[in-house]
């Protein structure tokens, strides 16, 4: 009744009480629900009362649409929702038409494609004949929906539906990419931009999971296609400078990114032949252009050179280290691969990710300063490879893993530089911090190339250093201490590990240094070779620094 649903979105909690008992006793009526649909795209209802049907409405789908479940809805009741929420793309308030996308990916689930065949025919009819560009990708954006959730299942039977499915309209949606992108470029408005981004998630969604050989079912041309797109929309992209447009541009370049991703770890041979086109892509993303995108954008680029420098298919040296057969399809990727990490552009990324990514931001010198013990658990915690630090951090060690002979003597070089740079300027002393920091990152492929005994001694007088930025280097110092007296350090020198670790634990320093030095002397006590005699005369100025620094510390990490 119509008191019953202004009762629904009262104010009042006696009514809206009220008003929940009164659906409950409906929801396992015949014709409930269908009703429940019909107000949520109905123009004469306030908007409040089609919000509160369309809720009611997803939750009534999940509680009785399978046929199991207890007052399960009859066959009429679910055929009529099923007709009536075709319609949802013409619902234009956001909130009602979020809700009822739901409910679209809800049906969908247990119905499509079997109890729901017209669901993707009727909506490919919508978009090329609706009255509106809106209207479009709101259809679009419910064909996403389906086809992102069916490709989530996991059952055998589910697989090969999609597979199927995809078998089916992959052609059709390919086109619906082609078309928009075709407008796009030849009148560059945002109104196209949008629905080729949804377009080409879901065939991201498709190329990912919906087949098994891509090479049988996609033409050579068309991940070429994608990439040639993608290279001039990256340079149609560096001409803007409205954010908004920015902003959608990056989103539609991400999703290209995801593609070759996906595309690459699955299909590693199938992607061999775009290597090249690949490679040049990512290098503009993460490197050339990368001061005017989005950070997560050029942080799954750097993904996507790592995924194709670690391949082993690109990769003869792999291949014959682990007693594979080496196909000449794999030598010619190899050679590709090599020609263009050249020596030049390996030094070149390196250099960037190093001044660039690793350099600690004036963010997290502020955090410092304000949340020192959030900041120190920040910089050892595990973050996405969306987070530009750890991208970098993936992508250099990756890269020197896999050019070791080239990568490593030019770190040590860097190395050996720092000696030289002015500690009393503040972007120096963040340079050497970020070169230091790849001696953490890198330590076992650096294993061969840096006499830690010898630099040991330079670390300690570096670290009595007084400047205005000494708690800087000093922290990164006392990491790199940490991190090699468990791997190369010589068992003589682990007493002065001790005491620089304990000199630095003294409350006159910093938080962040105190709990750096902490971790290093944990690292110390905890390695296989610790032998402890030798650190029995530290024990008690151990105990009662840790004391003193557990009463200051507040944060259950620390």
């Not at 969908?108 to 009727?122: A, E, G, L, M, Q």
């Not at 670290?463 to 930025?469: A, D, I, R, V």
Request: aromatic letters at 10%; glycine letters at 2%.
């Amino acid at each position: 009744s119509h008191a019953s649903r202004n009762a629904a979105c009262s104010s009042d909690y006696a009514q809206v009480k009220q008003a929940e008992g009164l659906i409950l006793k409906m929801e396992t009526k015949p014709g409930f629900h269908p009703i429940l649909a019909e107000m949520s795209l109905a123009s004469n209802v306030p908007i409040d009362m089609k919000r509160m049907a369309a809720i009611c409405l997803k939750n009534g789908v999940t509680k009785f649409w399978r046929s199991m479940s207890p007052n399960a809805l009859c066959k009429e009741d679910k055929d009529r929702i099923k007709e009536i929420i075709l319609g949802c793309h013409a619902e234009e308030k956001k909130e009602v038409y979020d809700q009822l996308l739901e409910v679209v990916g809800k049906i969908s689930r247990y119905d499509f494609p079997k109890n729901w065949p017209n669901f993707i025919p009727t909506l490919l009819q919508v978009i090329e004949g609706a009255p509106s560009e809106e209207h479009k990708v709101r259809a679009l954006t419910m064909i996403y929906k389906v086809v992102k959730m069916l490709s989530t299942k996991r059952l055998s039977a589910d697989k090969r539906s999609f597979r199927e499915t995809t078998e089916a309209i992959f052609p059709l949606i390919g086109s619906l990419w082609e078309n928009y992108l075709r407008m796009f470029n030849s009148q560059p408005i945002l109104t196209y931009l949008q629905p080729c981004c949804i377009s080409l998630k879901i065939i991201r969604s498709m190329l990912t999971y919906g087949f098994e050989d891509i090479s049988v079912h996609l033409p050579k041309t068309c991940l070429e296609g994608i990439l040639n797109m993608a290279v001039s929309q990256l340079e149609h992209r560096l001409t803007i400078s409205e954010q908004s447009v920015c902003q959608l541009y990056d989103k539609y370049l991400l999703v290209i990114i995801k593609i070759l991703i996906n595309v690459q770890e699955k299909f590693t041979e199938f992607f061999g032949q775009y290597i090249v086109l690949a490679l040049e892509f990512a290098y503009k993303v993460g490197f050339q252009f990368a001061e005017l995108l989005e950070m997560r954008l050029v942080a799954r680029a750097l993904h996507l050179l790592s995924g194709i420098m670690l391949c082993e298919t690109y990769d003869v040296f792999k291949l014959n280290n682990r007693g594979k057969n080496v196909s000449s399809v794999s030598i010619k990727f190899t050679e590709n691969r090599n020609s263009f990490f050249t020596d030049e552009r390996l030094k070149d990324m390196c250099v960037k990710c190093i001044s660039k990514y690793l350099k600690l931001s004036e963010f997290e010198l502020r955090n410092w300063q304000e949340s020192p013990e959030e900041f120190a658990f920040e910089e050892t915690r595990h973050v996405s490879l969306f987070n530009i630090k750890a991208a970098s951090e993936h992508f250099l060690l990756n890269m020197t893993a896999t050019f070791q002979d080239i990568v490593c003597p030019y770190v040590v070089e860097l190395i050996k530089e720092c000696s030289q740079h002015d500690r009393s300027n503040l972007e120096t002393v963040l340079m050497i911090d970020s070169i230091y920091s790849v001696t953490v990152i890198c330590s076992y492929d650096l294993f061969d190339h840096i006499d830690i005994d010898g630099w040991f001694s330079t670390l300690v007088e570096e670290l009595s250093q007084e400047s205005p930025y000494s708690s800087i280097l000093r922290r990164r110092i006392l990491e790199v201490i940490g991190r090699w007296v468990t791997i190369k350090l010589s068992q003589d020198k682990h007493p002065a590990v001790y005491e620089v670790c304990l000199q630095y634990m003294a409350a006159s320093q910093d938080l962040v240094v105190r709990l750096t030095a902490a971790s290093a002397l944990k690292a110390a006590v905890s390695d296989f070779a610790f032998y402890p005699p030798s650190y029995s005369p530290y024990l008690d100025v151990t105990m009662q620094l840790l004391y003193a620094l557990l009463r200051e510390v507040e944060e259950c990490e620390s």
